[in-house]
Structure formats: structure tokens, C-alpha cells
């Protein structure tokens, strides 16, 4: 089954604690995106990757870094999670620029 | 600052008849617009598609227009449908396919 998965789904950690939420998708997707969604903001995109080694910044990327080492891996990583980042976080996938994007399931995040 | 709003948070509309979902954007650069429809604890999932070229573009029951000179784009969904119940977000990216912005969002009921 074509799919975006994302670990963990629930996920309650403390200040500073370096955390990483994993995205994986199996439909050979070349583009990844990791988004945040907040009440009454929408969602809105942190970062974005092309291919393979090629990651960029979207609107909201402080405090948030990204690595793409496979073609179907996209981790988000929290170095020092804050208060300000609790939030619903969704893993996309796309087979190019400007498509259609598969969503993971998401990842509800609370930081204390 | 926001590039894509949805102005109305939520609609209800009888079962049977026609729901327009509205957004509006601000930046005459975008040249891809998609919506997406949202049900509790799931992930986004795509609807449909236009691209700037276009001013209209059908799916079934679902017909996305798109006025670049007001800068607006509609969904209607005729006829709605119980299980179209859900949160509706459009999206838009420029020329390079790569960032997304997305409305806040608007919930639909549709009553039976």
C-alpha cells in the first residue's frame, strides 16, 4: 500500500530534549516536506527536500533542521524543543514540484 | 503574513445541495493550486488541482475555479454529500512548485 508514515504519533517530551519525529514513504517520491499545523494558523511548511542531499528552508523553519540521506527517509529533528513548538506535525510526499502531496497520518507534539 | 486565506472557518449546507468553499490569496506569483480535504486525526488528502493556464477544472463532483485577476479561487461540491463532512484547506506555490502555503482551513457540515 502506497503510504507516508511517521513515529511516533503521540510524543510528549520536556524543554531542551533533542527529539526526532521520522517520515518514510515507499512510493519512490522525489520531493518531502514536513509541515506544522497550528489553531487558526493553518498549515504551514518548515522544510522541504527535492532529492536526495537537497533540503531547504520553507516558512517556518527556526528551531527545526532536516536531513534526506534516502531517497525515502525525511527525519525532522528538534536540537531543543521549546513550548512554542507543541503542535500537530504532517510528513508530505510528491512526485515533483507543484503536485498532489501524500500526507502522513501525523505527529502531535507537546513540549513542557 | 498571510499569502492564502479561507475566510469563512466554517459552512453548513443541506445534503443535496451545492457547498462553495472560498479562497482568496495574495501573491500574483503562484501558479499552482490544490485543495485539500482534512478529516479528525488523518492526514490531509488531495481533491483537485489548477494551474494558472486554467480557470476551471472538474472532478466528478467537485469543480475548482480559479479568478487570477480577483486573486480567488472556489471549491463547489455538488451534489454534497454527508461524508464530505470534513476540514477543506487550499494550498498555492509558485512557478517552482517547491513551497506551499495553505489557508487556515474551513469545516464543512453537511447535513442529511
Known amino acids: 500500500e502506497a503510504q507516508v508514515t511517521q513515529n511516533p504519533r503521540y510524543l510528549i517530551t520536556v524543554t531542551g530534549k533533542k527529539l526526532t519525529v521520522t517520515c518514510s514513504q515507499n512510493m519512490n517520491h522525489e520531493y518531502m516536506s514536513w509541515y506544522r499545523q497550528d489553531p487558526g494558523l493553518g498549515l504551514r511548511q518548515i522544510y522541504y527536500?527535492?532529492?536526495?542531499?537537497v533540503t531547504d528552508k520553507g516558512d517556518v523553519p527556526e528551531g527545526y533542521k532536516v536531513s534526506r540521506k534516502e531517497k525515502r527517509n525525511f527525519p525532522l529533528i528538534l536540537e531543543s524543543p521549546s513550548p512554542n513548538q507543541t503542535s500537530l506535525y504532517f510528513c508530505a510526499s510528491s512526485w515533483g514540484v507543484g503536485g498532489e502531496q501524500y500526507f502522513g497520518p501525523g505527529t502531535r507534539l507537546t513540549v513542557t | 503574513d498571510q499569502q492564502v486565506k479561507q475566510n469563512s472557518p466554517s459552512l453548513s449546507v443541506q445534503e443535496g445541495r451545492i457547498s462553495i468553499l472560498n479562497c482568496d490569496y495574495t501573491n500574483s506569483m503562484f501558479d499552482y493550486f490544490l485543495w485539500y480535504k482534512k478529516y479528525p486525526a488523518e492526514g490531509p488528502t488531495f481533491l483537485i488541482s489548477i494551474s494558472s493556464i486554467k480557470d476551471k477544472n472538474e472532478d466528478g463532483r467537485f469543480t475548482v475555479f480559479l479568478n487570477k485577476s480577483a486573486k480567488h479561487l472556489s471549491l463547489h461540491i455538488v451534489p454534497s454529500q454527508p461524508g464530505d463532512s470534513a476540514v477543506y484547506f487550499c494550498a498555492a506555490a509558485p512557478n517552482t512548485g517547491n513551497q506551499f502555503y495553505f489557508g487556515t482551513g474551513t469545516s464543512l457540515t453537511v447535513i442529511p
Open positions: 527536500s527535492m532529492n536526495v542531499e
